[in-house]
Every structure is written in C-alpha cells, then in structure tokens.
C-alpha cells in the first residue's frame, strides 16, 4: 500500500516503457516512476543505516576463542561495502525493492554463540557454508517450492507479524518502551519510557517526529516517511546543541536520558578511508578439526534455518506492502530473490560481517513508492558512499529513523482484514505467527510456530491432505530447530 498517490507523468498506459532502461526494471508496467524509486531507495538507506555503525558494535564487542576482536573502523567498512554490493545485485538480478545488510539476530549469534568456541576466521567460514547450502537448494528449486508451499493466508500473517516485529523494534531502538529495571520481581516485563514516564529529550524528539510523520502521512503527502526522518534529525542536532544530551551510555556507565546509538551532532570530518582489510578472513574448515563437528553443523543448521526462513517472510512482507505479490502470494522473479540472498549470507561471511540478509526495513521505501530494483540501486549506491562518509552515517539516530519503522509496521497491520478469523484450522497459526514474532524478537520464531501449528490442527482434524508434503518436512524442521538446545545438551 503506498502512502502517496502515483506521481504526475505516469504514462497512460503503464505498461508501456519509456526506454531501455524502464523496460529492464519494469518501473512503469509496475505503475511506478523515477523519483518514487528515488525517494523509496534514500527512505529504505535511511532506516537502514544504523547497521553500519550497529554491526562493528555487536561483532567488534566480543573476542572469539583465542581472545581475539575484530577492528571496528574495518567492521563498518566492510559492513558497508557487503550491503552496497547486495543491495545493487538484487535490484538488478531480483529487480525487487529489497535492500540486503548484515543480519540482526545472526550477527549476534556468530559473535556470542560461535566465535567464541573457534577462531574468527572458522566462525566466518561457517557463514560462508551456510550461504553455499542455501544457494544450492536455491539452484535446486527446493527453497522456492517450499515457499510456495506455505498456505496464502499464513503468508499474510507472516506479513502482518513483520510489521507488529517492525512497530516495537522502533519503540524499543527510541527508548519509548523499555525493560521495567525490576522485572523479575514484577508481572510486567516493559513499560513507557523511564517509570512509565516520557522524560528525556531523545523520547520527546521521538514522539514529535512521529506524529509530524503520521500527520504527513494522513494528508498523503509524497515523501512522508523521508521527511519525517530528516525533520526528526534536524529537530535531535538542535536538541542535542542546546541541551548536550550525550549518549546512553557514559564511561561504561548507563545514561536513561541519552540518545540510544548515535549522538545526532555534526562530525568533525565527514570523509574518511575505508579500512578494508578483514576481507577474504575466512577459514571454511578450520572449524570442524577444532571444535569436532557436532558443533559446528549445528551451528550451520540454525544460520540455514534462520535466514532460510527470515528472506521469505521478508519479501511476502515487502510485496505485500508494494501489492507486488500473485494470487499465491508469492512476489515476482522470487527464484532469483532468493538466489541473490543466499549468495549475500556466503559474501557476509568472507567478508567478515556475518551473514547479510533482506532488510525489513526496506518496507519503508516501498511505503514510499518504490516497486523495481532501481530503488535498490539508489540504497546501494548511498552505502558504498558510506563507506568513505562513514561519519556522516552516524548523524541520524534511532530516535528519529525508528518513526519510519513504526509507520510501516501499521501500513503492513492493515492486511489482517484479509484472514478469515472464522476458520480456526488457519486463524489460530496465524494468531501464533503474528504474535510470536514480535514477542521473541525473531521472524523465524513465528514462522516455525505458525507452520508447526498448521500441521498439527490440520492432523487434528484428519485434513492431512489438504497440507503440502513439504511442509510435512518443514515442520520437522522447526521442531529440530526450537529443540536445538536439548538436543545439544544431550549429545555434546
């Protein structure tokens, strides 16, 4: 669904291109323009972009099994470079406004699960492994045929769940919700603001830039989610200048009134030489003689199962947004979507910067107009820019880009109208689907409880045909990936 109506100048008959270039992506038989790709793909960068100062923090803050930690300035770089690359490669591979970044969740898992029990280099190389693997069933049209094998309805309310997924990664990212400091002692696990109170200058910056966003939003004014973004960040530079907030968190000590990442101030200089040196640290064997391989074959498993599953819920979420989905609710050249990811889990991986994936967060340029790659060119671009203006990545803090995610989150809400809530055997998975997923902070999560579940009602009420026999296998599989941790205990 897009926020604005078609721009002025859309030919009358969409269908037919301008010139080489409108034939190649389709912007026009896709009903779009060039400044709507524009605008979506500055929109889709500007959410974004967190991930390049996010991604040195999580993997340069943990050493590996020799004690070892990544440089950060070479982290960012690289980080930079992978998500520029990708994102090019599936705007004209994928031709699908999709951008690709270093995964959130996986990122974390290599840096605290897996590099601690081998080196930095082996932990990369298993990456790279589990990138190869889902090219491979990719290539074999197992990945796309077990995509379509999920039911239309259950496709949505992984749509749906996204966007829920999306609404409180941008409250939790501004700090409008937050863990209650006693939770153990107390049935309520988070609360609004610091007590229940919005008293910091980071949150106010915040709910001001998300109501300009909705007011925009509502009078359907082209580039609304953009505008909020740069408005909310020009409003923290000036509170910053006046009021010198500073971070949240301060000689190691935590600071509730800080903004949450980034200190919205100009920097001191805005070019600087990428440091590219962890490129091609890899090690794709060292891994299984140093830690056995039990070990890290469940560690590949759970990186497959995770990204496996994330792209897909990604892109049903992205062309549902964009309306770009058939009537089996499956996105356009999905086959060569779904290639480009899994090449961009094994390119993270020899990179350095964990497994890069499709970006959520992409929804904001599609809710911006965006329908072809051509957008995704533009997103690319401004990364491999970021690179060398890696300073000026760290302007926009979450305080202000979280206002698109949470505008987003309600525009993907609004397809739960199409779920019949009156058949139990498909409510009930995507009841499970939708909520699961915000509430364990996981894609995956909800999407294995919503196919488990489907097959288990399904069984229930002797419909065993009704459901396809890859999902038989699917299911199989979620139940192997939530018993992982059990299954490691006993046998390790």
Do not use: C
């Amino acid at each position: 669904m897009a926020i604005a109506p078609p721009d002025n100048g859309i030919p009358s008959d969409p269908a037919q291109p301008r010139n080489g270039f409108d034939r190649f992506f389709e912007v026009s038989a896709r009903g779009s323009t060039m400044s709507r790709e524009v605008r979506g793909g500055l929109a889709t960068f500007f959410t974004m972009a967190y991930i390049v100062v996010l991604n040195p923090l999580i993997l340069g803050g943990a050493a590996d099994g020799d004690g070892k930690k990544l440089s950060i300035p070479a982290l960012a770089a690289a980080t930079a470079l992978v998500a520029g690359l990708m994102t090019i490669l599936m705007g004209v591979v994928g031709r699908f406004p999709m951008a690709l970044a270093a995964g959130l969740g996986v990122n974390a898992l290599v840096a605290f699960e897996i590099a601690p029990q081998m080196t930095w280099a082996d932990a990369m190389g298993l990456v790279v492994i589990e990138g190869v693997l889902i090219a491979i069933l990719v290539l074999t049209g197992l990945r796309t045929a077990v995509f379509r094998s999920v039911p239309t309805q259950l496709k949505t309310a992984i749509g749906v769940g996204i966007g829920l997924f999306l609404t409180i990664i941008g409250l939790v990212d501004a700090g409008f919700v937050r863990r209650v400091p006693d939770a153990a002692n107390t049935t309520v696990p988070v609360g609004l603001g610091i007590n229940g109170k919005i008293v910091s200058w980071p949150m106010l910056v915040f709910v001001v830039g998300l109501l300009v966003t909705l007011v925009l939003v509502v009078r359907r004014v082209r580039g609304a989610i953009l505008i909020g973004i740069l408005a909310s960040t020009v409003l923290a530079i000036i509170v910053e200048a006046v009021a010198k907030v500073g971070p949240s968190f301060v000689d190691g000590k935590p600071n509730p009134d800080g903004w949450s990442l980034n200190v919205p101030k100009l920097p001191e200089r805005i070019v600087d030489i990428p440091d590219l040196s962890l490129l091609g640290n890899f090690n794709v064997l060292g891994s299984w003689s140093r830690a056995g391989w039990l070990i890290p074959l469940m560690f590949v498993f759970t990186l497959l199962i995770t990204d496996f599953f994330d792209t897909m819920g990604t892109m049903v979420a992205i062309g549902q947004e964009g309306d770009m989905l058939d009537e089996q609710g499956t996105p356009p050249r999905a086959k060569e979507i779904l290639l480009v990811d899994s090449i961009a889990a094994a390119a993270g991986g020899a990179a350095s910067v964990s497994s890069n994936t499709s970006y959520i967060e992409s929804a904001s340029g599609v809710a911006e107009g965006a329908r072809t790659g051509v957008a995704n060119l533009v997103a690319g671009a401004l990364f491999l820019l970021a690179m060398f203006l890696s300073p000026l990545a760290t302007v926009v803090p979450f305080e202000a880009a979280s206002t698109a995610l949470v505008v987003v989150g309600f525009l993907m809400m609004t397809a739960v109208r199409t779920i019949d809530w009156t058949d139990y055997e498909i409510a009930i998975p995507a009841f499970l689907t939708i909520t699961l997923m915000p509430f364990t902070y996981s894609i995956s999560n909800g999407i294995g409880a919503g196919i488990i579940s489907y097959v288990v009602l399904k069984l229930a009420k002797g419909k065993a045909r009704e459901v396809h026999p890859l999902l038989y296998a699917v299911a199989v599989l979620f139940v192997l990936y939530f018993l992982r941790g059990p299954i490691e205990s006993a046998v390790l």
